[in-house]
């Protein structure tokens, strides 16, 4: 089982960019697929995760839009209206079980190795 993050970049503030997860090895249609981020010395934080509903950070909302396509076992995450507050390392992850709280990291199983996101004023 694998995770595949891309999609990360530079860019400037206001401007857009589209994270994608490929995910590999099972069908992840029913997983929980989540997204999380962290900057350099702070701890892990959620952004998004997506199941039978979508749920987001506080901080994103408005902002970021999670989706999954099945048919490609890959989900995204489509960020708008950047702001350097965004910058850090995006991480998708997968959790195989039913409920537990997505919005925590302790509830994936499977993690992706990241990409990094930078966001100048």
């Known amino acids: 089982v694998q995770l595949q993050a891309s999609g990360g970049g530079l860019v400037q503030a206001g401007d857009s960019l589209r994270l994608s997860c490929a995910a590999s090895?099972?069908?992840?249609?029913?997983?929980?697929m989540g997204w999380f981020r962290q900057a350099p010395g702070k701890e892990r934080e959620f952004v998004a995760a997506?199941?039978?509903?979508?749920r987001y950070a506080d901080s994103v909302k408005g902002r970021f839009t999670i989706s999954r396509d099945s048919a490609k076992n890959t989900v995204y995450l489509q960020m708008n209206s950047l702001e350097p507050e965004d910058t850090a390392v995006y991480y998708c992850?997968?959790?195989?079980?039913?409920?537990?709280?997505?919005?925590?990291?302790?509830?994936?199983?499977?993690w992706g190795q990241g990409t990094q996101v930078t966001v100048s004023s």
């Open positions: 992850a997968g959790s195989r079980g039913i409920g537990g709280d997505s919005s925590s990291s302790t509830t994936y199983d499977y």
């Open positions: 090895g099972r069908t992840f249609s029913t997983y929980t």
């Open positions: 997506i199941n039978r509903s979508t």
